[in-house]
């Protein structure tokens, strides 16, 4: 599991900022919300890489704070959750420079939604 101050240190590092920088303040009250947000997004995909189903009922898990864990698959933590992060940061200030980043979170994201469609295969034992 990964830290959510984790995950939004390594989308300021995408974005080239540090998070000791004064200029990023901002950036780090919008990221509790915008990794909720996220996480949302992402709920459904989230069951089907680990192979569950989804519960009939339940809510999305929320964080509260940045020190709070993400109790996701690890290649949405490491890979996704960050460049949707880097997009929701950069797209009130420069929509162009975020559009790319949009545009990476959506190939990764479609890209891993493939993975979980591929079927199961299995031996044809009787082919008629």
């Known amino acids: 599991m990964k830290s959510a101050r984790e995950i939004y240190r390594k989308s300021l590092s995408i974005l080239g900022e540090s998070a000791e920088d004064e200029n990023t303040l901002p950036y780090e009250r919008r990221a509790v919300a915008l ?3 996220l996480l949302g997004d992402l709920y459904e995909l989230d069951f089907a890489l680990k192979g569950e189903t989804l ?3 339940g809510s999305v898990p929320q964080i509260t704070s940045l ?3 993400i109790g996701m698959e690890e290649s949405l933590v490491f890979s996704l959750i960050p460049l949707g992060l880097a997009f ?4 009130d200030e420069e929509p162009g420079r975020a559009a790319l980043f949009l545009q990476l ?3 990764e994201r479609e890209r891993l939604r493939r993975f979980c469609r591929r079927g199961r295969r299995h031996k044809i ?3 008629y």
């Not at 929701?88 to 797209?91: D, G």
Request: net charge negative; hydrophobic share 30%; proline share 11%.
């Open 125 to 127: 034992t009787r082919p």
């Open 55 to 57: 519960p009939l009922q």
């Open 35 to 37: 990794i909720n947000l």
């Open 67 to 69: 020190d709070d864990e």
């Open 105 to 107: 979170y959506q190939e």
């Open 88 to 91: 929701l940061l950069l797209n």
